[in-house]
């Protein structure tokens, strides 16, 4: 049986494909939605994985966050979207997922600054289903780039690219976190191979061309998507990216204590 020490959470979605492409064999990985990998994480299920920023927000006394790593886009993130019948001041409601806490805070604030009030109801994500109940429908992940590809003239709001208008900050959707009481030297090896990982996609061209390759066979969406799309989300964070989690977690989400990083 492998220990929970040896186990890595990660994402379903493409988004993290950079990261786990050729990951040490000394890791496990355990892939699930993301507000799930929540829960796996305070149950020990696994060492470390990414969880919505929100969901840290929540369990912040309880968690602990790895450097340099996460979800994030300076500008349009591609993948987390708001489709709608109808223009967005004439929104009377918005069917939200259940599978992003991020997200759904998100929208609600970016509506909110532009004095939008709509009424909400949790739905799982189904477009087609979502938007014969409501006015509009936030989506996440690859259901969010496929529906765009599939419904461009749905697409209302780019939820990176409005908080990026609004705050002038990378947003960070989600974050790598780990229970306070992992073991610091195993934290510190996953930090180190997931953000090795990382550099290599951002700097050599042939992992960049393996992992889009390998992403499109698994996907099913074209090269040029998924060329465009790790153009638009990031896994390495910058001293901004920092500034816009901090700016998300205190002012949407309420987080009243500093972030809790882990010491490299």
Sequence with gaps: MV???????????????????????????????????????????????????????????ELIL????GIASVGAVGSVLLFSKRELTKIRDIALPTDSSTSKKLVL???????????????????????SKCDAALLIGDRALDEAQRNPELVKMDLGEEWFKQTGLPMVFGVFAAPVSAPVNKLKQAHHDLLENAKKFRDEQQIKD????????RSGFSKDRINGYFNEVTNILTDDSVRGLEL???????????IQWLEI
């Design 3 to 61: 220990n929970w020490s040896d186990i890595i959470g990660r994402v379903s979605f493409v988004n993290c494909d950079p990261l786990f492409h050729n990951l040490s064999e000394q890791w496990s990985i355990l892939p699930a939605p993301p507000a799930w990998l929540t829960g796996h994480l305070l149950r020990r299920d696994c060492l470390v994985a990414p969880i919505p920023a929100a969901d840290y927000a929540v369990n912040s006394s």
């Design 66 to 69: 790895l450097p340099d790593i």
């Design 109 to 131: 604030y970016l509506l909110s600054q532009l004095d939008l009030d709509p009424k909400t109801v949790d739905m799982g994500p189904d477009l087609d289903e979502m938007l």
């Design 210 to 217: 393996d992992v889009i390759r390998d992403t499109v066979i």
């Design 248 to 258: 998300f977690l205190t002012k949407v989400c309420g987080l009243e204590t500093d």
